[in-house]
């Protein structure tokens, strides 16, 4: 067995978790992602994340789930807590990317906040654009983002095309603006607090 841990991901984490897992040296972990268009529909997230437990879990000594609650209303940690797997903390993955306490800064700040990543920012067109229906229902616009005030890119990488993209997005969306680099040290700090746990 060359891979003890099975992390079960996001796909809108999988280019952050690789690059962790070289720059640690991980390679008793095996990350298995999900489509990241689940997002669109978190009904569906338990449900997929139980699958996947259900499809790969005799083949592991250790099961992870790099997701937060992720718009489940709880039913993600209802249905983790019948398998005894542990997750990421937070209610949305914003908050482990970024840092529980800065999360909560930015989100007091102006409740009314739509976060972009670094993978939200690539894929704005396919995930927001096309996956909620606005290129063909423009109309829905207000249905989705009429309740925000402000875009904040909580950036991954020091880009200066996505973050040109980034703010042409708020732009499209009619809303402010705001940007913070926050690099990969609190998903990594979130993850190595898992690690000791896990079985080399």
């Not at 280019?15 to 040296?25: A, F, G, I, K, W």
Request: charged share 25%.
């Amino acid at each position: 067995m060359t891979s003890p841990v099975l992390l079960i991901a996001c796909g809108a984490l999988a280019r952050e978790l690789v690059t962790l897992q070289r720059h640690n040296d991980w390679p008793h972990l095996k990350i298995q992602c999900l489509p990241a268009e689940l997002h669109n529909t978190p009904a569906r997230i338990p449900g997929a994340v139980a699958e996947t437990i259900e499809r790969y879990r005799d083949a592991y000594r250790h099961v992870f789930v790099a997701y937060a609650d992720c718009g489940t209303g709880g039913a993600l940690d209802t249905m983790l807590d019948k398998y005894g797997v542990e997750r990421l903390p937070g209610a949305h993955c914003y908050e482990f990317l970024s840092g529980a306490s800065i999360f909560r800064e930015l989100s007091d700040a102006e409740p009314g906040t739509f976060f972009l990543t670094d993978f939200l920012v690539r894929h704005f067109e396919r995930l927001v654009r096309t996956g909620l229906g606005l290129d063909r229902n423009p109309e829905l616009m207000p249905q989705y983002f009429g309740n925000y005030k402000r875009v904040v890119y909580l950036a991954q990488t020091r880009s200066v095309e996505l973050s040109a993209r980034a703010r042409e997005y708020a732009e499209i969306l009619g809303l402010d603006y705001a940007e913070h680099h926050i690099g990969l040290a609190p998903l990594d700090r979130a993850l190595r607090e898992q690690v000791v746990q896990w079985p080399n």
